[in-house]
Nanobody
Framework: VQLQASGGGSVQAGGSLRLSCATS??????MAWFRQAPGKEREFVSA?????????HYADSVKGRFTMSRDNAKNTVYLQMNSLEPEDTAVYYC????????????????????WGQGTLVTVSS
């Protein structure tokens, strides 16, 4: 099983990027994005589950600016990031759990078993 994240880069504040995460080896009902800024803990960005009809949960800090989507035919999830701010600078990771998660555990990184390698997003002011 592999998760391969891509799409990071350097942009100015107000710009946009789209991250991709391609999975291989199995299909995951739940997928998530996390990020980790230098010197900080890994934090939840977004997640969705098939049983919710892929309703997406977002961190308050990205709500209205980021959009998570899926292409199940391609086993790929995306994170469209608009109106980027310097505070969004971080390494972004896609993640998936082995088993289905209850809502209260979606935002906890320890709930996830599979992780992509991370892709760096740098936003300059």
């Amino acid at each position: 099983v592999q998760l391969q994240a891509s799409g990071g880069g350097s942009v100015q504040a107000g710009g946009s990027l789209r991250l991709s995460c391609a999975t291989s080896g199995r299909t995951f009902n739940t997928m998530a994005w996390f990020r980790q800024a230098p010197g900080k803990e890994r934090e939840f960005v977004s997640a969705n589950r098939r049983r919710d009809g892929y309703y997406t949960h977002y961190a308050d800090s990205v709500k209205g600016r980021f959009t998570m989507s899926r292409d199940n035919a391609k086993n790929t999830v995306y994170l469209q990031m608009n109106s980027l701010e310097p505070e969004d600078t971080a390494v972004y990771y896609c993640a998936a759990p082995t088993a289905s998660l209850i809502t209260s555990t979606l935002r906890n990184p320890s709930s996830y078993d599979y992780w992509g390698q991370g892709t760096l997003v740098t936003v300059s002011s």
